[in-house]
């Protein structure tokens, strides 16, 4: 990556770029030899899973975002259609805090 300089000294925007990942969201494949199992609660509904990481990057690969997953997985959630801000789907995976 060429560099560009200002004043004689390199942008902060180009050292910054080789150091900070291009897409910072934490995947499936971040989690393999971390955790076995991914739990997914709602403080809202009370819905709970709970989901074998090993299937998880079977069907959906290392490289699905967490959040994409999450996404999916509650798409049917009532909390997230109805589009109210005051009662909205609270779905979280707890167990994310111990690994990260």
Sequence with gaps: MPSIRQNGQKSPSLMLRRIMPQDPALTLGDLVGKVRMLRVECGNCGRIGTYSLRCLVQHYGREQ?????????TADC????????S??????????????
């Excluded at 009532?78 to 801000?85: C, I």
């Design 65 to 73: 975002t967490i959040l994409d997953w999450k996404d999916q997985l």
């Design 78 to 85: 009532p909390r997230r259609v109805n589009g109210h801000y």
């Design 87 to 100: 009662d909205q789907c609270r779905a979280r995976c707890p167990d994310l805090l111990k690994v990260l």
